[in-house]
């Protein structure tokens, strides 16, 4: 029998109350698919701190899996061990560790230089408390010198004592499956689980994959610019397309998928039904 692949969701900390009481019915949408944890992510610099906080303890009194996300800028260690110390406290037993981007005007970088900084100065802190994630680039870090150097930096952060990583979204499996095959090669054989962004507007992705180096694929840009302003062909072209890559990936060993939500529900829920996992295993 195959083992069911691992779900998991990432959510930003809303900004209003609207946001909030919407983010719980989001919530509630998706714990039809058995994710193994919900993540939620941290801000630049931890601007959202606060908000993430507050999001990441109200999951955890709804007696659900949670694993924040924490950035190395701006951060010091000693405000990393008082996150630390709370969320140990609080049963959280998971973790997202990332170096962040410097929001613009933020001088200091604060005491970490880098994810694999972090990630080693968790693990001192708390041995193997925390099951440790860190992110990974198939198609290479925008600020990477090459995509050599990107893979060494990832098998530092490993090496550094993270336990699995989430890949940074992509519409090219084959990335994926390279990415992952070289980093075997180096010895790196930790789950690597595949980052998976549903297509719902393609104005909002274009920005997001221009600023984080996620490359749409041109066949795939013509075919939602061709759908002009209808969100219905939108959202179905894009359940296509999202659910044949994870199909792909899932057949070729990918150990489970991470949902970049966008504090949305349908377009991840069509995703799931399309590869028959929109529910709990009966």
């Known amino acids: 029998m ?37 993540s939620v992510t941290y801000g630049a610099g931890g601007v959202t701190r606060d908000k993430t906080l507050a999001t990441v303890l109200e999951i955890v009194d709804e007696g659900r899996t949670v694993a924040p996300h924490l950035s190395c800028v ?26 962040g981007d410097l929001p613009s005007g933020m001088r200091g970088a ?27 680039y198939p198609e290479t870090h925008p600020q990477a010198r090459s995509p050599r150097d990107d893979l060494q930096a990832f098998a530092t952060k490993m090496r550094a004592g993270a336990d699995s990583a989430i890949t940074q979204y992509f519409f090219n499996a084959d990335a994926y499956l390279r990415f992952r095959d070289a980093a075997a090669r180096l010895g ?3 789950p690597i689980v595949p980052g998976i962004m549903p297509i719902s507007n393609y104005v909002q992705l274009a920005r997001f994959s ?71 295993p009966g």
């Open 110 to 136: 604060g005491d970490f230089r880098y994810a694999s900084d972090l990630v080693a100065f968790v693990r001192a802190e708390t041995g193997d408390h925390f099951h440790i994630e860190v992110a990974a």
């Open 188 to 190: 790196i054989d930790a």
């Open 2 to 38: 195959t083992a069911r692949p691992t779900i998991s969701f990432e959510f930003f900390p809303p900004n209003t109350p609207v946001g909030v009481e919407k983010l719980r019915g989001v919530r509630d949408a998706l714990a039809r698919c058995d994710p193994a944890f919900y």
């Open 74 to 99: 701006g951060a010091s260690r000693e405000s990393v061990r008082e996150l630390l110390s709370l969320y140990g406290e609080r049963g959280i037993r998971r973790l997202v560790l990332l170096r």
């Open 210 to 280: 221009d600023s984080c180096g996620a490359e749409i694929p041109r066949w795939i840009r013509l075919e939602l610019a061709a759908c002009g302003d209808d969100l219905d062909a939108i959202r179905a072209f894009g359940a296509e397309v999202v659910s044949a890559m994870c199909r792909r990936l899932l057949a070729e060993g990918a150990p489970g998928l991470h949902f970049y939500t966008l504090n949305r529900s349908g377009p991840t829920i069509a995703i799931l039904d399309a590869l028959g996992l929109g529910s709990a």
